[in-house]
T-cell receptor, first 117, second 108 residues
Framework: ETGVTQTPRHLVMGMTNKKSLKCEQH?????MYWYKQSAKKPLELMFV???????ENNSVPSRFSPECPNSSHLFLHLHTLQPEDSALYLC????????????????FGQGTRLTVV | GQNIDQPTEMTATEGAIVQINCTYQ??????LFWYQQHAGEAPTFLSY????GLEEKGRFSSFLSRSKGYSYLLLKELQMKDSASYLC?????????FGAGTTVTVRA
């Protein structure tokens, strides 16, 4: 148990469906992240939220839409996905120390295994 | 972007030692992390280096040379449960950039 919970663990959806992934962290962290993990590829950073504000969008297609209503919850809304979007989606959180370039460990959830059919 | 390289796969015998190398070229550097990920599970933190040298933590040690853009993770007294993927990650502006991971298989 890492303190970061993701639901659902598995999701199969059609290309015309709309679904959402949920992430909740119980660690009191102020930064949350979405990563995509495809087979044999590095984890790809998708979105960064720092103090609920989106600070980074790594050229992610608009069919992925993140939402961060508070510092403990993060969502990833999915619509009109493509089969190549099938992957493990990981949420992570960390504590960013203000403006210092502080290195803090990222805690990961167990991920949502997404299959687009 | 960041360029982080590590071997794809390694195999070792139970009780042996394995060294996983990681080289990186990044625009900025705030530290290097190693994570362990078992199949179907979350990556979990193993070690962190920000200064040159060796950090030891039980059976696991991690080394960093910033001038060479090089790190390694050393796993000693290998156990079957150490079979997993090991991820090298470089921190730049509090964001982690990952290598593709090294799958270590421990054989009896």
């Amino acid at each position: 148990e890492t303190g970061v919970t993701q639901t659902p663990r598995h999701l199969v959806m059609g290309m015309t469906n709309k679904k959402s992934l949920k992430c909740e962290q119980h660690l009191g962290h102020n930064a949350m992240y979405w990563y995509k993990q495809s087979a044999k590829k590095p984890l790809e950073l998708m979105f960064v939220y720092n103090f609920k504000e989106q600070t980074e969008n790594n050229s992610v297609p608009s069919r992925f839409s993140p939402e961060c209503p508070n510092s403990s919850h993060l969502f990833l809304h999915l619509h009109t996905l493509q089969p190549e979007d099938s992957a493990l989606y990981l949420c992570a959180s960390s504590q960013v120390q203000g403006t210092r370039r502080e290195n803090t460990e990222a805690f990961f959830g167990q991920g949502t295994r997404l299959t687009v059919v | 972007g960041q360029n982080i390289d590590q071997p794809t796969e390694m195999t070792a015998t139970e009780g042996a030692i394995v060294q996983i190398n990681c080289t990186y070229q990044t625009s900025g550097f705030n530290g290097l992390f190693w994570y362990q990920q078992h199949a179907g599970e979350a990556p979990t933190f193993l070690s962190y280096n920000v200064l040159d040298g060796l950090e030891e933590k039980g059976r696991f040690s991690s080394f960093l040379s910033r001038s060479k853009g090089y790190s390694y993770l050393l796993l000693k007294e290998l156990q079957m449960k150490d079979s997993a993927s090991y991820l090298c990650a470089v921190s730049v502006n509090y964001k982690l950039s990952f290598g593709a991971g090294t799958t270590v298989t421990v054989r009896a």
